[in-house]
């Protein structure tokens, strides 16, 4: 298989594999606990604490230890309704994961405001938009998605955070897919709140981190033995705080876009009506966002995963219903060119040779799909 869908998720790197087995194997005491065996696991959470304050120029007192990006950002929404009762919205963007506008859409439920800011053509958020929305008093959180998980699109945050600070909000940064593929430095862009997935950076599903800034209260959304220093209850996954730790490591070292561009220029030598969305932003450099005229990307994955390689299309579906990019919809692009877009997305572990033959199978995908057009059956 040809896997090009890191931003779904990546395959775990060797070096973290080799650095948790032991956690799983033998050293299973539960870090809470008094005796040497015990101390010992907990010394490594405290290492990849450590490792994971270095990738973001956090202090280790700032790093909790959650189940992933959707935990962490639901934790800070809590947070913030639970301190700061008395403001009422939410500013957040119109190009959100799921996990972001579901956070929204509960803000909401509990009697909040929601501001949804568009962006550009080129997936951008309007800061204009913004600085307006933020005129409002009540503003207790501007949440936004760093870099997008669709586009690779990045959004200007530290202009975000600057405008929001000087209206006395806070900032939520998911920054998901942003480990080894652009720089998070919270003292140059001081968000007060940051959300991570172990899995986006070579270490296993289910364990992920939320940033606190040391600047800014905290209210826990799980309570109970009173891990994380009581901001985070429930036995630590230590397996997988140890991964994150060893891939918050290796991420240290930003990949290029040498995959991506070679993917992109063959691509377009050999299809030259292909769009690569955002070309005009700054993008993570490994994901395409790439808009296949008369190409029903539904029938490429398909075709696609006959051939064996993995991507993603600019639709979901969901119980049968096939729904266009809400990413792709506030670009200014409709529901047809959103159906035909696929996004490939690279990781550290990929070749230059998956790049070429990735651009060369989807080439031949879709000249044969666009052949097919109008016959009765396509695949
Ligand atoms: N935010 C972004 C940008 C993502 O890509 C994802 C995962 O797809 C999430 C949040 C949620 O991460 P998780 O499912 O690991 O909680």
């Known amino acids: 298989m040809i896997y090009l869908d890191a931003n779904a998720t990546t395959p775990i790197a ?75 919205r939410l500013i ?18 509990s009697g909040g405001e929601v501001c949804l800011i568009g962006v550009d053509s080129q997936g951008r958020v309007d800061l204009a938009a913004l600085e307006s929305a933020l005129l409002d008093e009540e503003v207790a959180l501007v949440s936004v998605l760093w870099a997008n998980n669709e586009t690779g699109v990045i959004q200007p945050l530290h202009d975000v955070v600057e405008l929001a600070h000087a209206h006395g909000a806070l900032v939520h940064a998911d920054a998901v897919q942003m480990p080894g593929k652009a720089k998070i430095h919270v003292r140059e862009v001081p968000v007060d709140f940051l959300s991570l997935s172990g899995h986006k950076f070579h270490a296993p599903k289910g364990v992920g981190i939320l940033y606190v800034s040391q600047r800014v209260r905290f209210e826990p959304l799980l309570t109970g033995g009173g891990q994380e220093g009581g901001r985070r209850s429930g036995t630590e996954n230590v397996a997988g705080i140890v991964a994150l730790g060893k891939a918050a490591e290796l991420a240290q070292k930003p ?115 666009r052949s097919l057009r109008g016959s009765a059956c396509v695949v």
């Open 14 to 88: 060797p070096a973290v594999l080799e650095a948790m087995l032991p956690f799983l194997r033998d050293q299973h005491a539960n870090p809470s606990a008094s005796y040497a065996a015990a101390r010992q696991v907990r010394r490594a959470v405290d290492v990849a604490r450590g490792a994971v304050a270095g990738l973001l120029a956090a202090e280790p007192g700032e790093i909790i230890f959650t189940s992933g990006a959707t935990e962490s950002m639901h934790t800070t929404h809590h947070s913030v309704r639970a301190l700061w009762p008395e403001k009422r």
């Open 92 to 109: 957040t963007t119109a190009v959100e994961h799921a996990a972001g506008l579901e956070c929204a859409a509960r803000w909401k439920k």
């Open 255 to 369: 990949m290029d876009g040498t995959l991506r561009d070679a993917f992109e220029r063959d691509l377009r030598a050999r299809w030259s009506e292909a769009v690569i969305h955002g070309q005009g932003a700054m993008r993570l450099p490994n994901t395409s966002s790439v808009h296949l005229p008369g190409v029903d990307a539904a029938g490429m994955l398909i075709m696609l995963d006959q051939r064996g390689l993995a991507c993603s299309a600019g639709s979901a579906c969901h119980a049968g219903a096939v729904h266009p990019s809400h990413v792709l919809e506030a670009m200014g692009f409709d529901a047809e060119h959103a159906a035909e877009t696929l996004r490939i997305s690279f990781s550290r572990m990929n070749s230059p040779e998956e790049a070429t033959t990735g651009a060369q199978i989807v080439v031949e995908c879709a000249e044969r799909l």
